[in-house]
């Protein structure tokens, strides 16, 4: 049983402490980056894959079931542990690149 909670309205950090947290408690911490990269870029697929089922395209009847928002919450818990394991502020990093973004020209 966690005891881990998330404050009402949470900022990008608070997610980001939060993800820290869990890793912590579910005794991931030890994991290899690469190994946290291989997970990442599963839950991409996955996601891929359920949000071709939200547009109707075909896929393999056979295939598991996905669902699209679950996905994507596991694609941005993989990103914010890889975060948390470079040292990298997200929420900094987003408002900074963004910066950048604003200045260029976009055709």
């Known amino acids: 049983m966690s005891n881990l909670s998330l404050k009402e309205n949470p900022t990008l950090r608070d997610f980001q402490e939060y993800v820290e947290k869990m890793v912590k408690e579910r005794g991931f911490e030890g994991q290899p980056i690469s190994e946290i990269f291989m997970l990442f870029l599963e839950e991409c697929g996955e996601m891929a894959k359920a ?5 109707k395209m075909k896929i393999d ?3 598991e079931e996905f669902r699209l928002d ?5 694609v941005f818990i993989y990103l914010l542990d890889i975060c ?4 990298v ?6 408002r900074e690149k963004e910066e950048t973004n604003k200045k260029r020209v976009w055709k």
């Open 84 to 87: 948390n394991r470079f040292d």
């Open 61 to 63: 009847k056979n295939s």
């Open 70 to 74: 679950h996905e994507i919450a596991d």
């Open 51 to 55: 949000s071709r089922k939200t547009l």
């Open 89 to 94: 502020d997200l929420e900094k990093s987003f």
